[in-house]
């Protein structure tokens, strides 16, 4: 911080943020590190069909060069500053250019209260509800209004700024939400924009069907993914937790949440899903701002900070439905000219007996059923051995002694599949 440097430039005080010498050297020995991790794991078949590992390690790459690049940080302050010229309870510094350069960055000094300090948040008159409802507003028109979002809002880059005595928003707030650190910023294209909005309708609908299809439109889940089963998980994930907020979710039974997120885990384990690029910063930013906004408000929910967007989102989309009805019309045409050939292809599977009915919840309960019977049957023959070589022994001893060693295999049987359940 300079008082000298910011009075000469206008500002009363400046920051001036200078890059670690040798900082890029170091950033292409541990990038060169994670490229041949990738290179490796891409042939772990496990880790290759859910994720190309060398495409999220470029990725990374990108965004690693353009956090040490203080001229792109410049440029996104800027650009996030224009997208949010006309909210006045959204601030972000001023670039000092004639001071700045590859490696060094002067802003005005934005410096106010950390958004995470709830103390003097209480102090300054500053209701922290209301801050965590403004910070989610501000995520979700970062990610579907304007495309363009700050991927690192952890609390140390996020200030709560109260405004001059005698000024206030529009809102009634007497403060705004100042944004620091421009580095780690991201972009939704296009199409992942459409996809997150059939993504957000289908949530808050609470429509299981349409969220398995726009998790396919994402690329999130493959399409030889077996969907019926999934499909079934989310109902039953709706019905029991739709809508809920973190503080309702933490009064229900441990014990439930445990078996619920057991059986939810093996549905998700059994289906191919993969992470795409794109949706790396944007889970990072969502699952920080989440942090942050339930330790400002323990009753926060965020189906409810969503809904105005997804309501914004639904009075585009008959818009978007007329733009898009050639498209549609085409794909549907191509869908009932394959029909015939698919519904042949269908009666000679079915006349050949290759026809294949996957019940994957039936084959589960059959083999929990099997793996009770096998317990049941070394219980059975361990107890016949012991019973057995106890009452043989008084009269042939050796033959008691060889039953009772014999016993000790189905009690083995027994503990191992008792302890792997």
């Avoid at 808050?204 to 690329?219: H, I, M, P, W």
């Avoid at 709706?238 to 503080?247: H, L, N, Q, T, V």
């Avoid at 990072?284 to 926060?300: C, E, K, P, Q, Y």
Wanted: a negative charge; zero cysteines.
């Amino acid at each position: 911080m300079s008082p000298t440097l910011g009075a000469d430039l206008g500002f009363d005080d400046v920051i001036v943020k200078v890059q670690r010498p040798g900082i890029d050297e170091i950033v292409a020995v541990d990038l060169a590190a994670l490229r041949r991790i990738a290179r490796w794991l891409s042939r772990v078949r496990l880790v290759s069909k859910r994720a190309d590992a060398p495409a999220l390690v470029e990725e990374f790459a990108a965004t690693s060069l353009e956090e040490i690049n203080y001229l792109h940080e410049a440029g996104n302050a800027e650009r996030f500053a224009d997208d949010f010229a006309d909210d006045p309870l959204v601030g972000a510094p001023v670039v000092v250019w004639e001071r700045s350069s590859l490696r060094a960055l002067t802003l005005s000094d934005v410096t106010a209260i950390k958004i995470s300090d709830v103390e003097a948040l209480t102090r300054a008159g500053i209701d922290s509800a209301a801050v965590a409802n403004q910070l989610a507003r501000v995520t979700f028109q970062q990610i579907f209004v304007s495309g363009f979002f700050h991927a690192d809002p952890h609390p140390g880059n996020i200030f709560v700024t109260p405004l001059p005595d005698g000024s206030e928003s529009d809102t009634g707030e007497k403060w705004r939400l100042t944004f620091v650190d421009f580095g780690m910023m991201g972009e939704i294209s296009d199409e992942l924009r459409a996809g997150l909005r059939n993504f957000i309708l289908a949530a808050v609908g609470r429509d299981s069907r349409a969220l398995v299809a726009s998790l396919e439109e994402l690329g999130v889940l493959l399409s030889t993914a077996d969907t019926e089963e999934l499909e079934r998980a989310m109902t039953a994930l709706f019905e029991r937790f739709g809508g809920m907020g973190i503080a309702e979710i933490q009064t229900i039974d441990p014990r439930e949440l445990e078996a619920f997120g057991r059986q939810f885990g093996e549905t998700i384990r059994g289906l191919p899903f993969q992470l795409p690029e794109s949706f790396l910063l944007l889970i990072r930013t969502i699952s920080l701002v989440s942090g942050v906004t339930s330790a400002l408000d323990r009753d926060f929910n965020m189906w409810d900070a969503v809904d105005p967007f997804a309501r914004t989102i639904l009075s585009s989309n008959g818009q978007d439905a007329l733009r898009d009805l050639p498209q549609q019309a085409l794909a549907l045409g191509a869908t009932i000219a394959r029909l015939p050939r698919r519904m042949d292809e269908l009666a000679s599977r079915i006349e050949r007996g290759q026809l294949a009915v996957r019940t994957p919840e039936v084959d589960r309960s059959l083999r929990s059923v099997e793996r009770s019977v096998n317990r049941l049957g070394s219980a059975i023959v361990f107890a016949a051995l012991l019973v057995g070589g106890v009452l043989t022994r008084p009269t042939d001893e050796v033959l008691g002694w060889i039953l009772l060693a014999a016993a000790a295999v189905p009690l083995l049987h027994l503990v191992v599949t008792l302890r792997r359940r």
